[in-house]
């Protein structure tokens, strides 16, 4: 892929300097990542550049056969101002297993590492330090050969952009109000919900709308076949604490094997908390809330870490989960996890990459 080529900017952004207003994915750093791919040479010119728009043909494959996949992770500050970033070879891993699936090329996710903490280096005095912010990291590929025809482009961008970003929830740490979809399907096995395919996001803004205009904050996905089981919330993985056992629904082909999720399960099971993963109904959580045995629910992603939810709606049935209230699980796996990402916490199971 050849030597990776710095231009550094000759105009640096001015930083937000109320980190309280950071909102999320609003603001971004200087400098960004790009590397080319054609049939011919493979991946190259791999490149760190001033951030700037792209110029790309009206015809260009992604703008109408949606081929394009991405990633998300974070870098922190501790402490010692030391810079942070968690479990970031397993996103380039799981881009590559997103790139299968919609025919794009493979990237070296070891390069690709290499190449990241080398951007994150540059731009490391955007990393904001308040509590609740981190820097958010956006990998990319996108098909971009000019061409009007249903196939597998023969040219791509791979890019890495940067984002100071705060809470990805206003309200913090507050439950959050989900609506469970009965209508609407995200995804189906055999399909591309396992994978972060951009074209999976868009298939759900039209329920994330109506769930936003009802008030709520997300919308709970049920399966595409039997619109019983429970699979992920937009963008996280969903977690039931049921009679002090923690559940969440296996992975079956269209369920995105969440990062944070992984790291929740490994360290629940490291404290001894029983972990299972299986299929579960929402009529099984509905019932279990009934009986006062569903002691919590959550969800886990990237940008939120650990969300409680407080209250869930589904066939004009509402219960109240915990009182609205963040549960013991909720707050102590967000703890253990959220300390070991920002150094404060033991890293035992060597998760953290020092830049």
Not at 88 to 112: H, T
Not at 202 to 214: R, V
Not at 222 to 236: C, F, P, R, T
Not at 256 to 266: A, E, F, H
Request: net charge negative.
């Amino acid at each position: 892929m050849g030597e990776l080529k710095i231009t550094r900017t000759q105009a640096p952004k001015a930083k937000l300097e109320d980190e309280s207003k950071l909102g999320f994915g609003k603001l971004f750093t200087d400098h960004m990542f790009i590397m080319d791919f054609d049939r011919s040479s493979g991946w190259h010119d791999a490149r760190i550049v001033p951030y700037s728009d792209f110029v790309l043909d009206p015809a260009a494959l992604v703008f109408h056969y949606a081929q394009a996949v991405f990633e998300g992770l974070k870098a922190y500050k501790n402490e010692d101002g030391e810079v942070l970033l968690f479990r970031p070879k397993d996103n380039f891993v799981r881009l590559n297993r997103s790139a299968d699936r919609m025919c794009i090329p493979n990237i070296d996710a070891d390069e690709a590492l290499n190449n990241l903490l080398e951007l994150v280096r540059m731009d490391s005095g955007w990393i904001p330090t308040a509590p609740g912010t981190s820097l958010y990291i956006r990998p990319t590929i996108i098909a971009t050969e000019p061409m009007l025809g249903v196939r597998a482009s023969d040219k791509y961008v791979f890019f890495i952009i940067l984002s100071p970003v705060g809470a990805y929830y206003a309200e913090g740490m507050k439950p959050t109000r989900i609506y469970v979809e009965n209508e609407y399907v995200r995804a189906v096995p055999g399909g591309t919900g396992n994978t972060k395919a951009a074209a999976n996001y868009a298939a759900s803004l039209i329920a994330g709308e109506k769930a936003h205009e009802k008030g709520f904050s997300q919308v709970l996905w049920l399966d595409g076949v039997k619109h019983a089981n429970i699979e992920e919330v937009g963008s996280m993985n969903m977690f039931f604490v049921i009679d002090g056992e923690l559940i969440t629904p296996a992975l079956n082909g269209s369920i995105l094997p969440g990062i944070t999720r992984d790291s929740i399960l490994q360290i629940a099971r490291s404290m001894g908390i029983k972990a299972t993963e299986r299929t579960i109904a929402v009529e099984e959580v509905f019932a279990a809330h009934e009986k006062g045995l569903l002691d919590e629910a959550f969800g886990t992603g990237t940008a939120a870490v650990v969300s409680a939810v407080g209250e869930m709606t589904w066939n004009g049935r509402t219960i109240k989960i915990n009182a609205g209230e963040i549960g013991k699980y909720s707050q102590m796996l967000y703890d253990k996890l959220t300390g070991i990402q920002m150094g404060r916490e033991a890293d035992e199971f060597n998760w953290v990459v020092r830049v």
